[in-house]
């Protein structure tokens, strides 16, 4: 998911994004070791978005205190 459509999510919509894709990557961890998966790709994408989530989280907290 990109930044720009991040940044208009509001925080409750991030976290349940966060949990969400925090899920989705634990399953694919899981389905890469057990060879189910042929696309590792999606794993990484999980892994961007989450780092994009929490950095998005941390900007906004910043920029409250």
């Given at each position: 998911?990109?930044?720009?459509?991040?940044?208009?999510?509001?925080d409750k919509e991030l976290a349940e994004l966060?949990?969400?894709t925090?899920?989705?990557?634990?399953?694919?961890r899981f389905a890469v070791v057990g060879g189910n998966v042929?696309?590792?790709?999606?794993?990484?994408?999980?892994r961007v978005t989450i780092a994009r989530i929490k950095t998005l989280f941390?900007?906004?907290?910043?920029?409250?205190?």
């Open positions: 998911m990109k930044t720009s459509d991040l940044k208009q999510k509001s966060l949990r969400e925090e899920a989705k990557s634990v399953e694919l042929k696309d590792v790709k999606d794993l990484r994408e999980s941390n900007e906004r907290t910043a920029s409250q205190a």
